[in-house]
Protein backbone atom coordinates (compact mmCIF):
# COMPACT_ATOMS: atom_id res chain seq x y z
CA UNK A 1 0.00 0.00 0.00
CA UNK A 2 2.57 2.35 1.10
CA UNK A 3 4.37 1.55 -2.13
CA UNK A 4 1.43 2.21 -3.98
CA UNK A 5 1.09 5.61 -3.00
CA UNK A 6 4.48 6.56 -3.25
CA UNK A 7 4.31 5.32 -7.05
CA UNK A 8 1.23 7.61 -6.92
CA UNK A 9 3.64 10.82 -6.17
CA UNK A 10 6.11 9.95 -8.25
CA UNK A 11 3.32 9.80 -11.25
CA UNK A 12 2.31 13.42 -10.44
CA UNK A 13 5.83 14.93 -10.48
CA UNK A 14 6.46 12.80 -13.73
CA UNK A 15 3.43 14.64 -15.20
CA UNK A 16 4.68 17.95 -14.39
CA UNK A 17 8.50 16.84 -15.74
CA UNK A 18 6.43 15.63 -18.92
CA UNK A 19 4.40 19.59 -19.20
CA UNK A 20 7.93 21.50 -17.98
CA UNK A 21 10.47 19.28 -19.31
CA UNK A 22 12.89 19.46 -16.01
CA UNK A 23 12.94 17.26 -13.11
CA UNK A 24 13.86 19.94 -10.93
CA UNK A 25 10.98 22.59 -11.38
CA UNK A 26 8.87 19.84 -11.38
CA UNK A 27 9.84 18.74 -8.00
CA UNK A 28 9.12 22.72 -7.38
CA UNK A 29 5.68 23.05 -8.87
CA UNK A 30 4.49 19.57 -6.96
CA UNK A 31 5.67 21.22 -3.44
CA UNK A 32 3.73 24.21 -4.42
CA UNK A 33 0.92 22.42 -4.67
CA UNK A 34 1.63 20.06 -1.64
CA UNK A 35 1.84 23.19 1.00
CA UNK A 36 -1.54 25.09 -0.80
CA UNK A 37 -3.21 21.57 0.10
CA UNK A 38 -1.95 21.69 3.55
CA UNK A 39 -2.67 25.87 3.78
CA UNK A 40 -5.03 25.81 6.12
CA UNK A 41 -3.86 22.87 8.53
CA UNK A 42 -0.43 25.32 8.56
CA UNK A 43 -2.77 28.14 9.50
CA UNK A 44 -4.13 26.34 12.07
CA UNK A 45 -0.74 25.36 13.73
CA UNK A 46 0.47 28.67 12.99
CA UNK A 47 -2.83 30.51 14.97
CA UNK A 48 -1.95 28.02 18.10
CA UNK A 49 1.99 28.52 18.23
CA UNK A 50 0.98 32.86 18.11
CA UNK A 51 -1.62 31.96 20.71
CA UNK A 52 0.55 29.77 23.11
CA UNK A 53 3.54 32.84 22.65
CA UNK A 54 0.56 35.13 23.87
CA UNK A 55 0.33 33.49 27.15
CA UNK A 56 3.22 31.70 27.94
CA UNK A 57 4.26 34.56 30.25
CA UNK A 58 1.11 33.38 32.38
CA UNK A 59 1.92 29.83 31.97
CA UNK A 60 5.39 30.29 33.82
CA UNK A 61 3.32 32.58 37.07
CA UNK A 62 1.56 29.51 37.60
CA UNK A 63 4.48 27.10 36.98
CA UNK A 64 6.25 29.34 39.70
CA UNK A 65 3.26 29.34 42.11
CA UNK A 66 2.18 25.82 42.36
CA UNK A 67 5.15 24.09 41.43
CA UNK A 68 4.99 22.32 45.10
CA UNK A 69 1.05 21.09 43.78
CA UNK A 70 0.79 19.78 40.21
CA UNK A 71 -2.98 18.63 40.77
CA UNK A 72 -3.62 22.41 41.70
CA UNK A 73 -1.58 24.04 38.78
CA UNK A 74 -3.09 21.62 35.68
CA UNK A 75 -6.45 23.18 37.36
CA UNK A 76 -4.72 26.44 36.30
CA UNK A 77 -3.92 25.75 33.34
CA UNK A 78 -6.70 23.84 32.57
CA UNK A 79 -8.70 27.27 33.50
CA UNK A 80 -6.10 29.35 31.65
CA UNK A 81 -6.36 27.67 28.13
CA UNK A 82 -10.21 27.50 28.31
CA UNK A 83 -10.25 31.57 28.92
CA UNK A 84 -7.51 32.12 26.26
CA UNK A 85 -9.27 29.85 23.47
CA UNK A 86 -6.46 28.08 23.42
CA UNK A 87 -5.78 23.90 22.30
CA UNK A 88 -2.65 22.65 22.78
CA UNK A 89 -3.49 19.71 20.37
CA UNK A 90 -4.13 22.53 17.60
CA UNK A 91 -0.68 22.62 16.92
CA UNK A 92 0.34 18.94 17.03
CA UNK A 93 -2.36 17.28 14.89
CA UNK A 94 -1.46 19.21 11.42
CA UNK A 95 1.77 18.25 11.39
CA UNK A 96 0.64 14.88 12.29
CA UNK A 97 -2.02 14.87 9.39
CA UNK A 98 0.49 16.20 7.05
CA UNK A 99 3.56 13.68 7.73
CA UNK A 100 2.70 10.89 5.94
CA UNK A 101 2.75 12.98 2.49
CA UNK A 102 5.74 14.63 3.20
CA UNK A 103 7.54 11.28 4.52
CA UNK A 104 6.26 9.74 1.50
CA UNK A 105 7.37 12.69 -0.97
CA UNK A 106 10.55 12.38 0.73
CA UNK A 107 11.61 8.99 0.16
CA UNK A 108 10.57 9.04 -3.57
CA UNK A 109 12.98 12.13 -3.96
CA UNK A 110 15.28 9.81 -2.31
CA UNK A 111 14.85 7.08 -4.71
CA UNK A 112 14.41 9.06 -7.78
CA UNK A 113 17.63 7.94 -9.09
CA UNK A 114 17.08 4.31 -8.84
CA UNK A 115 13.84 4.78 -11.07
CA UNK A 116 14.29 3.77 -15.04
CA UNK A 117 12.05 6.74 -15.70
CA UNK A 118 14.54 9.33 -14.46
CA UNK A 119 16.89 7.66 -17.05
CA UNK A 120 19.99 9.64 -15.80
CA UNK A 121 18.24 13.21 -16.61
CA UNK A 122 17.77 14.04 -13.25
CA UNK A 123 18.57 18.07 -13.82
CA UNK A 124 17.47 20.99 -12.60
CA UNK A 125 17.93 23.56 -15.85
CA UNK A 126 21.96 22.72 -15.67
CA UNK A 127 22.29 25.13 -12.02
CA UNK A 128 22.07 21.71 -10.43
CA UNK A 129 23.76 18.80 -12.67
CA UNK A 130 22.02 16.06 -10.87
CA UNK A 131 19.68 15.81 -8.04
CA UNK A 132 20.60 12.71 -7.39
CA UNK A 133 24.07 13.62 -6.47
CA UNK A 134 24.78 14.55 -2.93
CA UNK A 135 26.85 17.60 -1.44
CA UNK A 136 29.89 15.45 -0.05
CA UNK A 137 29.93 13.96 -3.70
CA UNK A 138 29.53 17.13 -5.53
CA UNK A 139 32.61 18.24 -3.49
CA UNK A 140 34.86 15.65 -4.32
CA UNK A 141 34.38 16.94 -8.24
CA UNK A 142 35.53 20.16 -7.17
CA UNK A 143 34.83 23.37 -5.85
CA UNK A 144 33.33 24.59 -8.94
CA UNK A 145 30.94 21.28 -8.82
CA UNK A 146 30.02 21.97 -4.77
CA UNK A 147 28.87 25.63 -5.14
CA UNK A 148 25.08 24.82 -6.38
CA UNK A 149 25.30 22.05 -3.54
CA UNK A 150 26.37 24.44 -1.16
CA UNK A 151 23.91 27.08 -1.31
CA UNK A 152 21.11 23.95 -1.47
CA UNK A 153 22.84 22.75 1.75
CA UNK A 154 22.83 26.70 3.26
CA UNK A 155 18.87 27.18 2.07
CA UNK A 156 18.12 23.56 4.11
CA UNK A 157 19.62 24.58 6.90
CA UNK A 158 18.94 28.43 6.91
CA UNK A 159 14.86 27.92 6.48
CA UNK A 160 14.79 25.96 9.94
CA UNK A 161 16.80 28.42 11.49
CA UNK A 162 14.90 31.50 10.47
CA UNK A 163 11.35 30.42 11.78
CA UNK A 164 12.54 29.75 15.46
CA UNK A 165 14.17 33.25 15.32
CA UNK A 166 11.43 35.24 13.12
CA UNK A 167 9.23 33.54 16.27
CA UNK A 168 11.13 34.77 19.26
CA UNK A 169 11.60 38.43 17.80
CA UNK A 170 8.72 39.78 19.69
CA UNK A 171 9.28 37.77 22.89
CA UNK A 172 9.82 39.82 26.18
CA UNK A 173 10.81 36.95 27.75
CA UNK A 174 14.47 37.12 27.62
CA UNK A 175 15.23 33.66 29.39
CA UNK A 176 13.16 31.66 26.31
CA UNK A 177 14.75 33.74 23.76
CA UNK A 178 18.06 32.82 24.21
CA UNK A 179 17.08 29.23 25.10
CA UNK A 180 15.31 29.26 21.58
CA UNK A 181 17.90 30.78 19.82
CA UNK A 182 20.83 28.05 21.35
CA UNK A 183 18.38 25.18 20.09
CA UNK A 184 18.20 27.32 16.94
CA UNK A 185 21.97 27.24 16.12
CA UNK A 186 22.20 23.32 17.40
CA UNK A 187 19.17 22.71 14.88
CA UNK A 188 20.80 24.38 11.98
CA UNK A 189 24.44 22.70 12.41
CA UNK A 190 22.20 19.26 12.88
CA UNK A 191 20.58 20.40 9.42
CA UNK A 192 23.88 21.16 7.62
CA UNK A 193 25.16 17.58 9.08
CA UNK A 194 21.97 16.02 7.27
CA UNK A 195 22.32 17.61 4.34
CA UNK A 196 25.66 16.55 3.37
CA UNK A 197 24.55 13.04 2.52
CA UNK A 198 21.22 13.82 1.48
CA UNK A 199 20.08 13.90 -2.56
CA UNK A 200 19.99 17.29 -3.79
CA UNK A 201 16.46 16.95 -5.42
CA UNK A 202 15.64 16.32 -1.17
CA UNK A 203 17.12 19.58 -0.40
CA UNK A 204 15.33 21.20 -3.32
CA UNK A 205 11.96 20.14 -2.08
CA UNK A 206 12.68 20.57 1.77
CA UNK A 207 14.12 24.17 0.91
CA UNK A 208 11.55 24.90 -1.20
CA UNK A 209 8.40 23.69 1.06
CA UNK A 210 10.03 25.60 3.96
CA UNK A 211 10.36 29.14 2.40
CA UNK A 212 6.74 28.77 1.79
CA UNK A 213 6.22 27.97 5.36
CA UNK A 214 8.33 30.79 6.68
CA UNK A 215 5.80 32.97 4.06
CA UNK A 216 2.67 31.30 5.38
CA UNK A 217 3.50 31.64 8.93
CA UNK A 218 4.45 35.05 8.81
CA UNK A 219 1.16 35.67 6.85
CA UNK A 220 -0.58 33.92 9.65
CA UNK A 221 1.37 36.35 12.61
CA UNK A 222 0.73 39.31 10.62
CA UNK A 223 -3.57 39.28 10.50
CA UNK A 224 -3.24 37.99 14.32
CA UNK A 225 -1.52 40.15 15.35
CA UNK A 226 -3.66 43.07 13.01
CA UNK A 227 -6.58 41.42 14.93
CA UNK A 228 -5.54 41.98 18.36
CA UNK A 229 -4.73 45.49 17.39
CA UNK A 230 -8.52 46.01 16.29
CA UNK A 231 -9.62 44.36 19.51
CA UNK A 232 -7.57 46.55 21.71
CA UNK A 233 -8.93 49.57 19.89
CA UNK A 234 -12.57 48.38 19.85
CA UNK A 235 -11.74 47.82 23.95
CA UNK A 236 -10.66 51.35 24.24
CA UNK A 237 -13.87 52.63 22.36
CA UNK A 238 -15.58 50.96 25.07
CA UNK A 239 -14.38 52.18 28.19
CA UNK A 240 -13.47 56.00 26.79
CA UNK A 241 -15.58 58.45 28.84
CA UNK A 242 -18.09 60.54 27.17
CA UNK A 243 -17.50 64.24 27.36
CA UNK A 244 -20.72 65.87 28.06
CA UNK A 245 -20.82 69.65 27.27
CA UNK A 246 -23.49 71.62 29.66
CA UNK A 247 -24.15 75.22 28.33
CA UNK A 248 -25.81 77.19 30.64
CA UNK A 249 -28.24 79.53 29.62
CA UNK A 250 -27.63 83.21 30.41
CA UNK A 251 -30.08 84.88 32.74
CA UNK A 252 -31.84 87.86 31.42
CA UNK A 253 -31.90 90.78 33.45
CA UNK A 254 -35.29 91.97 34.94
CA UNK A 255 -36.09 95.54 33.61
CA UNK A 256 -36.34 98.18 36.23
CA UNK A 257 -38.95 99.66 37.08
CA UNK A 258 -38.76 103.82 37.38
CA UNK A 259 -40.52 106.09 39.80
Given at each position: MWDVFKDW??????????????????????????RILVAPLM????????????IQPQIQKIQEKYAGD???????????????????????????LQMPIFIALFQVLREMG?????????????????????????????????????????VFAGATFAPMVLQQLRSENK????????MAVIMTLLMLWISWSSPAGVLLFWGT???????????????????????????????QPIDVVVERKTKKKRPTKNH
Open positions: IFDVIQFFYNFCGDWGLAIIIVTVIFHKQAKSSYQMQKQARMQQEMQRLYAEAKFNPLAGCLPMLDRPEVAGNFTFYNVVPNLVTTPSQAAAEGFGTFVPYLVLMIQQKNQTMISSLIGIAQNQGTLYFCRKADRQRALEAADEV
